[in-house]
């Protein structure tokens, strides 16, 4: 079985740049993840989908950024325009239905540098 | 605010000996608690967890034990082993019967473990 597939693996922008990061979740996972680790830091919960519907977004830094998961497959998270702050390592995460909890599977993350 | 501290950022140990890593909440509302292993450059992989009704989770040569009272929970790994040298994340969540909704881990910074041949 295929685990969590991230593209790209390294993005390098500039500021004002335009990224868009892929995820893959596990094949029949409902339950799909973004977080994101700075530097230094904790790994930080972004947002959460249930198929294709945002279920919560209360980890989103603010507007410039924006996750979409159409038809409940892959999920892309657009950063617009990039901030030097916005540099980090992107993961995400799938699991399956949320009735027990299920253990999330990680993807290898996307690290993104905004020089 | 963080939730999860890991007060130690690297712990080193010899090989045999027990690794012991350590992890302090300070939301009660969480109820199951985790540790992930991460190696670089790949995503954190689950290890062992524990709910909050338990004080002890065992799983070969890693246990979890909790302290609901002090708030904090540790991984003992014994004996030790060079290929369990990683950086460790201890994470906690709320279930559902907590009034949680997803299950979105709340996690602390990390220790990096290197285990000595």
């Known amino acids: 079985e295929a685990g969590v597939t991230q593209f790209p693996s390294h993005s390098v922008i500039e500021k004002g740049q335009t990224v868009t990061l892929r995820c893959d979740p596990i094949?029949?996972?409902?339950?799909l993840y973004w977080y994101r680790r700075v530097m230094g830091k904790e790994i930080k919960f972004l947002l959460h989908?249930?198929?294709?519907?945002?279920?919560?977004e209360s980890g989103m830094p603010n507007n410039r950024f924006l996750a979409e998961r159409t038809g409940g497959t892959y999920s892309t998270l657009k950063v617009q325009p990039a901030e030097l702050e916005d540099s980090g390592v992107y993961f995400c995460?799938?699991?399956?239905?949320?009735?027990?909890?299920?253990?999330?599977?990680f993807g290898p993350g996307t690290r993104l540098t905004v020089l | 605010d963080q939730q999860v501290k890991q007060n130690s950022p690297s712990l080193s140990v010899q090989e045999g000996r027990i690794s012991i890593l350590n992890c302090d909440y300070t939301?009660?509302?969480?109820?199951?608690f985790l540790w992930y292993k991460k190696y670089p450059a790949e995503g954190p992989t689950f290890l062992i967890s524990?709910?909050?009704?338990?004080d002890k989770n065992e799983d070969g040569r890693f246990t979890v034990f909790l302290n609901k009272s002090a708030k904090h929970l540790s991984l003992h790994i014994v004996p030790s082993q060079p290929g369990d040298s990683a950086v460790y994340f201890c994470?906690?969540?709320?279930?559902?019967?907590?009034?949680?909704?997803?299950?979105?881990?709340?996690f602390g910074k990390g220790t990096l473990l290197t285990v000595n041949p």
């Open positions: 524990i709910s909050s009704i338990k």
């Open positions: 994470a906690a969540t709320k279930g559902l019967n907590s009034g949680g909704s997803n299950y979105k881990l709340t």
């Open positions: 989908f249930v198929k294709e519907s945002k279920q919560d």
């Open positions: 939301n009660s509302m969480f109820d199951y």
């Open positions: 995460a799938s699991s399956q239905r949320l009735a027990n909890y299920n253990e999330q599977f």
């Open positions: 094949s029949g996972h409902d339950n």
